[in-house]
């Protein structure tokens, strides 16, 4: 199962995937929000990584303006490597080097059929594995270590 959460200005566009995964037969929960009424990112942002952190979703779908906020948010949340993409080809590679669990994309960087390409993308791509896996597990690392900080 795949989490999407957008806030107000990426609402749309995650209708649209959302009818995107449906054609697809991917099942998703949508975190909301639910309207185009104002919000903050972060809340959603929060829930949506909460979900795949947790392992109740694989993988999450995050929308915003720009994508931004809600992947530096996203990335926050402890297991979260989210990228923000505006096209698929960092889509791709950060499946197969990165093993990215979730992915944001920017309603106002992207319109819907590319929006679509680079969701379908990211989906479709399995990790590589290997050398790449020692850097994944240092990423982790560095996670844990900052732990001790706070
Ligand atoms: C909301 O105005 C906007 O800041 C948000 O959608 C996003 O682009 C933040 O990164």
């Not at 749309?12 to 903050?40: A, H, M, N, P, W």
């Not at 819907?112 to 850097?135: D, M, S, Y």
Request: proline share 1%; with cysteine.
């Amino acid at each position: 199962m795949i989490a999407i959460g957008s806030d107000h200005v990426g609402f749309r566009l995650k209708k649209e995937i959302e009818r995107f995964l449906e054609q697809k037969e991917i099942v998703y929960k949508d975190i909301g929000t639910f309207s185009e009424e104002r919000c903050d990112y972060t809340e959603f942002a929060c829930k949506a990584a909460e979900q795949v952190a947790r392992g109740i979703c694989e993988k999450g779908i995050l929308i915003c303006g720009t994508g931004a906020g809600v992947s530096i948010a996203a990335n926050k949340v402890a297991g979260i490597r989210c990228v923000c993409c505006s096209e698929p080809f960092t889509a791709e590679m950060s499946r197969r080097h990165n093993d990215t669990n979730m992915i944001a994309v920017g309603s106002r960087v992207v319109g819907v059929e590319l929006a679509e390409k680079i969701v379908w993308q990211w989906l479709e791509t399995p990790f590589e594995g290997g050398r790449h896996l020692n850097r994944v597990r240092q990423i982790a690392q560095i996670e844990q270590d900052q732990m001790r900080f706070v």
